[in-house]
Each structure stands twice: as C-alpha cells, then as structure tokens.
T-cell receptor, first 117, second 112 residues
Framework: DGGITQSPKYLFRKEGQNVTLSCEQN?????MYWYRQDPGQGLRLIYY???????QKGDIAEGYSVSREKKESFPLTVTSAQKNPTAFYLC????????????????FGPGTRLTVL | RKEVEQDPGPFNVPEGATVAFNCTYS??????FFWYRQDCRKEPKLLMS???SGNEDGRFTAQLNRASQYISLLIRDSKLSDSATYLC?????????????FGKGTTLSVSS
C-alpha cells in the first residue's frame, strides 16, 4: 500500500537528549514536510524539503535538524536546544509544486507523540 | 490579521442538520485552498480541495470567494461520524515551493 509511515508512535525523552523521528513515504512524492501541533493550536511548519539533498527552514526551525539523503526519507532530529519539545509531530508529503508556486495537497503520516520527562 | 482564521467552535448540531464553516485568509495572492478533517489525536486527512467555481462531494460543498478572501464548507445531513475538527488550509503565496498554512480548526460535534 502507498502511504507515509512515521515511527515511533510514542516517544519519551529525557531532558538533554537528542531524539530522531522517522518519516518514510512510498508515494514517489518530491516534497516532504515536518510540522508540530500543540493542544488547541494549528500546525506549525518546522522544516520542508522540495527535493533530495535540499531543505528549508519553516517557521519554528530552532532546536530541530533534518536531512534528505533519499527521496523516500525525511528524518527529524529534536535536539536538546529545543526548549519545549513535547508535542505531536506530523510528517507530510506532496508532489512538487508547479512553477507558479501553487501549493499541492499534502498527505500526512500518523504522527509521533513526543513527551519530555 | 492572522494568515488563516477560523471560528474554533465548537459547533454542536443534531444528526441531520446542515452546518457551515467559514474561513478567512490574509494573502490575496494565495491560489490553493483545501479543507482537511482531523479526528482527535489523529493526523489531518484531506477532505476536499476548493476550486474557484465551487465544488461538491456528496454531502460536502466548498466555496471560494476571492474578493472577500474567504472559504466556506457546508455539510448537509450531518452524521455522527462527521464529528471532528475541520482545518482550513491555504498555500503560502509569499514563499517559493509548496508550503501550506493551516488554520487552527473548527470543531464539530454531531449528536443523536
């Protein structure tokens, strides 16, 4: 089945630790995204990547890092520099945008709930 | 003005009711519009894209008013299973590429 997978579903981290969240897609999508969602809040963009080996900061990139070595994979590392990392993390993918900058619909993975102990 | 603004609700309606949500967006250059549905503690799922001419999918109708910069979603004959949060989504026209901006959502609760 085609889709986006994220692992783990739940993750607990001690303060001061770095953790990496996995995101894999087999939809052959060029673009991938990471968002975080806090209770009662909308989705906020952390990083996005439009093509392999390239990625851009979103609105709240501080304390996070990503890589895009393969088209299928876009892992997110939450570093100890992220002051309030407890949140629901969502990965999404979409086909590449047209040259007019249109935003194509994004498809989401099931998410990872990160809790800092 | 917030980039994408929605009434958070909740909208509490009985089964069979018709309910409408509105959403306003601030960037007049935006060209792509969507409604997503998000169930509690789940990921958002695409409900429908919104086209300039308006579009309908079964009990759901989406409309776009570019002049007033708002998008609407109409749900007819509400079902219990329609209970969810509905997210209004607009492309970030001031950024290259594919970024989307998500509203905080409108919560719908359908009761029997």
């Amino acid at each position: 089945d085609g889709g986006i997978t994220q692992s783990p579903k739940y993750l607990f981290r001690k303060e001061g630790q770095n953790v990496t969240l996995s995101c894999e897609q087999n939809l052959n999508h060029d673009a991938m995204y990471w968002y975080r969602q806090d209770p009662g809040q909308g989705l906020r963009l952390i990083y996005y990547s439009q093509i392999v080996n390239d990625f851009q900061k979103g609105d709240i990139a501080e304390g996070y890092s990503v890589s895009r070595e393969k088209k299928e994979s876009f892992p997110l590392t939450v570093t100890s520099a992220q002051k309030n990392p407890t949140a629901f993390y969502l990965c999404a993918s979409s086909i590449a945008a047209s040259g007019m900058g249109l935003g194509n619909e994004q498809f989401f993975g099931p998410g990872t709930r990160l809790t800092v102990l | 003005r917030k980039e994408v603004e929605q009434d958070p609700g909740p909208f509490n309606v009985p089964e069979g009711a018709t309910v409408a949500f509105n959403c306003t967006y601030s960037n007049s250059a935006s060209q792509s519009f969507f409604w997503y549905r998000q169930d509690c503690r789940k990921e958002p799922k695409l409900l429908m894209s919104v086209y300039s001419s308006g579009n309908e999918d079964g009990r759901f109708t989406a409309q776009l008013n570019r002049a007033s910069q708002y998008i609407s979603l109409l749900i007819r004959d509400s079902k219990l299973s329609d209970s969810a949060t509905y997210l209004c989504v607009v492309n970030a026209a001031n950024q290259a590429g594919t970024a989307l901006i998500f509203g905080k959502g409108t919560t719908l609760s359908v009761s029997s």
